[in-house]
């Protein structure tokens, strides 16, 4: 008799602007479009107070990003991040992606605020650490590679036990691992090339006004396929940690 599909939660933590939400769907969907089709997949909207009771009952969870700020401590947002807590404690797999890793990290005591450089947004290297070479994760991704980023708030410290796993010039906490299996990742492996550049499109304003040239980031972008990949390894390792 073959195994159920492993269960995971998409904790969803807000939408995306209308016009790309009209183009390209939301949060959620660009996720489940990177996840393996062989997970069981449920959405609960976070953001709306949905939480999915106890964290043992899932094989994997993933939280999305947002266009809520961690540091506004939301009902929602913090009743969550309690959540999250017990999910670490339970060694649930979980990957935070944006708000979802700025969350865990505060959750488990890390500290989340603007970043004092400002924002970062567009195609990025992202640089990982020693560390990530026996990460059950992100062993065997390049040392560097391309990412979709678009952030104002960053994890200013980590938890306590975190291990810093990735970084850049401008973000020094792009990734990290706490306990055996919870990560947080700064950048979007679920973002599409036409997803970021209908992002830098919506910001161009935004980008304008804070000294930016948002013409040179739009045509900076590029596909991302190392990180993207990131969704097809967790969904591996929720696979192979069901299986025991």
């Known amino acids: 008799m073959s195994q159920p599909s492993p269960k995971v939660v998409i904790l969803k933590t807000g ?18 479009r990177g996840l393996s089709p062989g997970l069981d997949i449920t959405v609960l909207n976070t ?24 540091s506004d401590r939301e009902p929602w947002s913090e009743k969550a991040a309690a959540w999250l807590a017990q999910a670490v404690e339970k060694a649930v797999p979980l990957l935070g992606v944006c708000y979802g890793h700025q ?11 603007y970043h004092p450089g400002g924002r970062e947004s567009g195609t ?11 990460d059950p994760l992100l062993c065997g991704m390049p040392g560097s590679f391309s990412a979709q980023l678009t952030h104002r708030q ?9 291990v ?23 950048f ?21 006004r804070e000294g930016f040239d948002s013409q040179t980031m739009m045509d900076s972008v590029t596909d991302t396929p190392e990180a993207s990949r990131l969704l097809e390894r967790f969904s591996a390792l929720v696979t192979e940690n069901k299986k025991g």
């Open 188 to 208: 979007h492996p679920e973002f599409s090339e036409a997803i970021m550049r209908a992002y830098l499109g919506v910001q161009a304003p935004d980008l304008e």
């Open 47 to 70: 953001a709306a107070g949905e939480l999915p009771g106890d964290p043992a009952d899932w094989d994997g969870i993933v939280m999305t990003g947002s266009a809520a700020m961690v």
């Open 124 to 134: 990025r290297r992202v640089e990982l650490l020693a560390n990530a070479q026996n």
């Open 103 to 113: 969350l865990l990290a505060h959750a488990l005591g890390g500290e989340v605020g």
């Open 15 to 32: 939408s995306t602007y209308p016009d790309i939400k009209e183009q390209f769907g939301d949060f959620d969907e660009w996720f489940v």
């Open 154 to 162: 960053s994890v200013l410290r980590l938890p306590l036990d975190a």
């Open 164 to 186: 810093l796993l990735g970084r850049n010039e401008f973000e020094p906490h792009q990734a990290f691992r706490v306990g055996k299996c919870a990560w947080g990742v700064q």
